[in-house]
């Protein structure tokens, strides 16, 4: 039996290899290892596909959330009101700035933060709210906008899982002082390592965050506040600037592969189906279902070979590492449940048909079963 993946790299390599060559070659023989004129022209044609001013590479999304919210202003004792049902790093930049997550419950069919519960988690301290676009999901953002704006914080978006998502009309990544992305290698955008991006319209906060994640440095060997190694591989700018080429048509092919899971899977008994809201273009991260009993159907996937994945099993503020916090279980029961029930399927731009019906042939044969 032919297993599919929940995601296939190296034939995306495949594909665009005899393209990376010469610029990786160019990298090599050039030395230029750590930023250089690879980086710099990916952060301008980055910019540019996200439809903001500046883009500043650094070496991981985590990185750029952790700028993002030191140049934002975000220090020791704030607030940061964010969302729970996420990945890790959205919580733990909020914590290397030695502030406090403030987690809030999410929307039940976009997954994304539920605008309604953000108002009653502002307090004093509260500094900066940090949506998350999930899956490719944009947040409800004319809400949240509204809710920043009265109380005056400052809202920065994680838009590591949304590159070229769209809501009403206007790219993710677009809203806040800044937004987050991560290039990881499964990502929509991704580098052949680690590398992430603050994309921002304010040019003073760009220049501060081109210091901040290059040691603080102004002028060589002088530092004016505590600094960062957070730069982008120059390889990196060079394999994501030749990717981004593709970007549009990859995400695309997404959207066939999800239109065809959706033919194919709908109306089956207790399962749920992503929801996209009509004032959302979602770029199809991930494709994720709910099914009450997941995680048989997770193992009967698996022996049909058919990889899926949980994003995520246990959500921020039930782990371990957030145990000082005091959240307990029921604080925030959407993502609790969700957390439960969630299961990633396969879904790559150059899925076939055969891998597709493979997928839901699994799924329909559990679910009436
Ligand atoms: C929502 C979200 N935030 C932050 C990150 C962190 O990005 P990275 O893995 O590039 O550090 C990721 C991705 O892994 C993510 O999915």
């Known amino acids: 039996m032919k297993k599919v993946p929940l995601q296939d790299l190296p034939l995306q390599y495949q594909t665009i290899k005899e393209e990376l060559a010469p610029e990786i070659e160019q990298i090599l023989s050039s030395a230029a290892y750590i930023l250089g004129p690879a980086v710099s022209r990916f952060e301008e044609n980055f910019a540019r596909y996200v439809g903001t001013k500046y883009c ?180 990196q700018g060079a394999v994501l600037d030749v990717k981004l080429r593709h970007l549009p048509k990859w995400t695309e092919m997404r959207h066939q592969v999800a239109k065809n899971y959706k033919l194919s899977l709908a109306g089956l008994p207790g399962l749920v189906l992503p929801e996209i809201k009509q004032w959302c273009t979602t770029n199809w991260y991930l494709f994720v279902i709910q099914h009450p009993r997941r995680d048989e159907l997770q193992k009967h996937l698996a022996a049909r070979g058919v990889e899926s994945a949980l994003h995520y099993p246990l959500p921020v503020h039930l782990q371990k590492a957030y145990a000082h916090l005091g959240y307990k279980p029921g604080d925030l029961p959407v993502s609790e449940t969700v957390a439960k029930r969630c299961l990633t399927l396969p879904m790559f731009p150059e899925m076939t048909d055969e891998q597709i019906d493979q997928v839901t042939d699994a799924v329909r044969e559990f679910c009436v079963k």
């Open 56 to 235: 500043i590479g650094c070496g991981s999304g985590t990185d750029a959330l952790h700028l993002a919210l030191i140049a934002a202003g975000v220090e020791p004792g704030d607030e940061v009101i964010t969302v729970s049902y996420t990945f890790v790093a959205t919580a733990w930049a909020i914590s290397y700035c030695g502030a406090t997550p403030v987690f809030v419950d999410i929307d039940p069919h976009t997954y994304t933060m539920d605008p309604k519960k953000l108002e009653a988690a502002i307090t004093p301290k509260t500094k900066a709210v940090l949506p998350v676009h999930l899956y490719g999901h944009t947040c409800d953002m004319d809400e949240i906008m509204a809710i920043c704006k009265r109380h005056k914080l400052a809202l920065i978006e994680d838009a590591a899982q949304a590159h070229g998502s769209i809501y009403k009309g206007k790219n993710a990544g677009t809203f806040g002082v800044s937004s987050c992305f991560s290039f990881y290698p499964g990502k929509n955008l991704g580098a052949f390592g680690e590398a992430g991006g603050v994309c921002t319209n304010d040019s003073a906060m760009a220049d501060h965050l081109r210091r901040l994640r290059n040691h603080s440095q102004g002028q060589r060997y002088y530092y004016d506040e505590l600094g960062f190694n957070y730069r982008m591989d120059g390889l």
